[in-house]
């Protein structure tokens, strides 16, 4: 995704500048847990919980028919639904954000998820499920911790006379996109990505959205954590044993699991294995993820191209700092555009002073061709030494701008993957995440929706305007200013249409900057000599 949008910030900073240069376009104590459960048809209260009754269609195993039950622990983190039906986790709730990750089925055996499991305890922070057969006693306990986390045992028993063998697919947990695709933009599909962190480094794909066979996988790596991400929030599920195996499976179109097989065993009678997790849902919060240890915090990226990725969380980390004195996010946005503005400065002022020369130029250059139209190496000599003797550099206006590419593409990242900004309001804004929606439309336009966002259109404006600024200090001929007063009319437009559904957050930044690469156009087109 990043190198689509690198490619996207330089074709449109390259546009910009290329026609500034012709034409003068210058992110309390824990509650109670509560358990509620129904098992058949009578309600079962732990802990004095206040009663939570759920109950599905009922399901049918090997002939056999029982009804789906579902059990709710909570915290002041989570909600945490789990069913009989495997002993597996339904869905798990963020409280905070309320938000519902698309995953389920952490540490599962696939080819038990359709057994019919019973309660064997449960208390307010942990419930214990159990399955049985005439070999396998199979017991699933999972527990609420601290910091966003769960803690996972499956535990295997031979209860069965003799030997067996044990070889199973031990799932960290299955990717449901069912849950999310109605609820994410679809520009965000591409941010969904899984990770298996190795002993070597985190191997990483990206824009998980139409699943096939294709995604298959399994290899032999040393394994530290399975986990997936999208755009604020990410799933870790840690296993405690050695692992030396990963196995990626689509299951359908909409889900993907995430696991490892086992080594086999041979298990006498009475013996028991044990397959603990620890498993993280919550934001992608540095802090947080680095709680749990084990380089929780390296699911946390901008990018696969490291230095983007430096410069990146350096952004970030920036944003922290200045939200820490002040706690305005929509303030913090504004001031890191002037921070970042006047570092850059200096390279801003040498490319637009550049092209100011290079703007004034243009008449001789055009007497240059009309005289030597017959001969292009005298052409090129006439230009090179006309350069020479006015001490223009004609890639002196690029170089600075593509040095400044990284920390725009950087900030853009940040500003448009940062949880820091999901459900902020500022001014009339009441998410920095979403665009603006200063009012509703009484109709839904097409390409635009059923909102009118205000900020894009400040933004053209100023474009505009800086446009003009650039018209009235240009030296050009008939053709140069019809081109111009195309591109002036045109380019903004073309730019508010892009960024018309872009976060507010976005667009708050990328108002300022105009409104500050205006006043420095208009601060140099007042130099006749460019100097």
């Given at each position: 995704?990043?190198?689509?949008?690198f490619?996207a910030?330089?074709?449109s900073?390259?546009?910009?500048?290329?026609?500034q240069?012709f034409f003068g376009?210058k992110p309390t104590?824990?509650?109670?847990g509560?358990?509620?459960?129904?098992?058949?048809n009578?309600?079962v209260?732990?802990?004095?919980?206040?009663?939570?009754v759920k109950?599905?269609?009922?399901?049918?195993?090997?002939g056999?028919?029982?009804?789906e039950?579902?059990l709710v622990?909570?915290n002041?983190?989570?909600n945490?639904?789990?069913s009989?039906?495997?002993?597996?986790i339904v869905s798990?709730?963020?409280?905070?954000?309320?938000?519902?990750?698309?995953?389920?089925?952490?540490?599962?055996?696939?080819?038990?998820?359709?057994?019919p499991f019973?309660?064997y305890?449960?208390?307010a922070?942990?419930?214990?499920f159990q399955?049985?057969?005439?070999?396998w006693?199979?017991?699933k306990t999972y527990t609420?911790?601290?910091?966003n986390?769960i803690?996972a045992k499956l535990?295997?028993?031979?209860?069965?006379?003799g030997?067996?063998s044990?070889?199973?697919?031990?799932?960290a947990f299955?990717?449901?996109l069912?849950?999310v695709?109605?609820?994410e933009?679809?520009?965000d599909w591409?941010?969904r990505?899984?990770?298996?962190k190795?002993?070597?480094n985190?191997i990483r794909?990206?824009n998980v959205?139409?699943?096939?066979?294709?995604?298959?996988k399994?290899?032999e790596k040393?394994?530290?954590?399975f986990?997936?991400?999208?755009?604020y929030?990410?799933?870790?599920?840690q296993p405690?044993?050695?692992v030396?195996?990963?196995?990626?499976?689509?299951?359908?179109?909409?889900?993907?699991s995430m696991?490892?097989?086992?080594?086999?065993l041979n298990?006498?009678?009475g013996?028991?294995v044990d397959?603990d997790?620890l498993i993280?849902?919550?934001?992608q919060?540095p802090?947080l993820?680095?709680?749990?240890?084990d380089g929780f915090?390296?699911i946390?990226?901008?990018?696969?191209?490291?230095?983007?990725?430096?410069i990146?969380?350096v952004?970030?980390?920036a944003?922290?700092?200045?939200?820490?004195?002040i706690?305005?996010?929509?303030?913090c946005?504004?001031?890191i555009?002037l921070?970042?503005y006047?570092?850059?400065?200096?390279l801003?002022?040498?490319?637009?002073?550049?092209?100011?020369k290079?703007?004034?130029?243009?008449p001789?250059i055009k007497?240059l061709?009309?005289k030597?139209k017959?001969a292009?190496e005298?052409?090129?000599?006439?230009?090179?030494?006309?350069?020479?003797e006015?001490?223009v550099?004609p890639?002196?206006?690029?170089l600075?701008?593509l040095l400044?590419m990284?920390?725009?593409v950087?900030l853009?990242?940040?500003?448009?993957?940062s949880?820091y900004f999901r459900?902020?309001?500022f001014?009339?804004?009441k998410?920095?995440?979403?665009p603006?929606?200063l009012?509703?439309?009484?109709v839904?336009?097409p390409?635009?929706?059923?909102y009118?966002?205000?900020?894009?259109i400040?933004?053209?404006?100023?474009?505009a305007l800086?446009?003009q600024?650039?018209?009235?200090?240009m030296?050009?001929d008939?053709?140069?200013?019809?081109?111009?007063k195309?591109?002036?009319t045109f380019?903004p437009?073309?730019?508010?249409?892009?960024?018309?559904?872009?976060?507010s957050?976005?667009?708050?930044?990328?108002?300022?900057f105009?409104?500050?690469?205006?006043?420095t156009?208009w601060?140099?087109?007042?130099d006749k000599v460019g100097?």
């Amino acid at each position: 995704m990043e190198k689509r949008l690198f490619l996207a910030v330089f074709l449109s900073l390259g546009i910009v500048f290329f026609f500034q240069i012709f034409f003068g376009q210058k992110p309390t104590q824990p509650q109670p847990g509560v358990v509620t459960q129904v098992q058949g048809n009578k309600e079962v209260v732990s802990d004095n919980a206040p009663v939570e009754v759920k109950m599905t269609a009922s399901s049918k195993q090997s002939g056999v028919a029982f009804k789906e039950e579902l059990l709710v622990l909570k915290n002041n983190t989570f909600n945490v639904e789990f069913s009989n039906k495997g002993g597996n986790i339904v869905s798990v709730e963020e409280k905070r954000y309320g938000y519902v990750f698309p995953a389920k089925n952490y540490v599962s055996l696939p080819s038990f998820n359709d057994m019919p499991f019973q309660v064997y305890t449960s208390t307010a922070q942990q419930v214990v499920f159990q399955y049985k057969n005439a070999e396998w006693e199979i017991r699933k306990t999972y527990t609420l911790a601290d910091q966003n986390a769960i803690k996972a045992k499956l535990s295997v028993k031979n209860i069965s006379a003799g030997k067996l063998s044990f070889m199973e697919d031990v799932a960290a947990f299955v990717v449901d996109l069912s849950r999310v695709d109605n609820n994410e933009h679809q520009s965000d599909w591409t941010l969904r990505e899984y990770s298996i962190k190795t002993d070597k480094n985190v191997i990483r794909k990206n824009n998980v959205t139409q699943l096939n066979q294709k995604w298959n996988k399994e290899e032999e790596k040393k394994v530290g954590w399975f986990g997936f991400r999208n755009k604020y929030f990410c799933t870790i599920a840690q296993p405690a044993f050695g692992v030396g195996r990963y196995s990626i499976k689509a299951l359908s179109d909409k889900e993907l699991s995430m696991g490892t097989k086992v080594s086999s065993l041979n298990m006498s009678s009475g013996d028991v294995v044990d397959y603990d997790f620890l498993i993280y849902v919550g934001p992608q919060t540095p802090a947080l993820l680095k709680a749990q240890g084990d380089g929780f915090e390296k699911i946390f990226a901008f990018s696969d191209w490291g230095w983007l990725d430096a410069i990146s969380k350096v952004i970030y980390w920036a944003l922290g700092a200045i939200h820490k004195v002040i706690p305005i996010w929509g303030i913090c946005i504004v001031l890191i555009s002037l921070i970042v503005y006047g570092l850059m400065y200096p390279l801003t002022l040498k490319s637009l002073t550049s092209m100011r020369k290079m703007q004034l130029l243009q008449p001789k250059i055009k007497a240059l061709q009309e005289k030597h139209k017959k001969a292009p190496e005298k052409l090129n000599q006439e230009i090179v030494l006309l350069y020479k003797e006015n001490n223009v550099n004609p890639l002196s206006g690029c170089l600075p701008m593509l040095l400044q590419m990284p920390i725009f593409v950087g900030l853009y990242q940040v500003l448009w993957r940062s949880i820091y900004f999901r459900g902020e309001p500022f001014l009339w804004m009441k998410d920095l995440s979403l665009p603006d929606r200063l009012f509703k439309l009484p109709v839904n336009i097409p390409f635009v929706g059923e909102y009118f966002n205000i900020l894009p259109i400040v933004m053209v404006v100023v474009m505009a305007l800086q446009q003009q600024i650039s018209m009235k200090s240009m030296v050009a001929d008939s053709e140069q200013a019809s081109q111009q007063k195309f591109m002036a009319t045109f380019f903004p437009i073309f730019i508010g249409f892009i960024f018309y559904q872009f976060s507010s957050g976005l667009n708050l930044y990328f108002v300022v900057f105009y409104i500050l690469s205006a006043l420095t156009q208009w601060n140099i087109s007042r130099d006749k000599v460019g100097a």
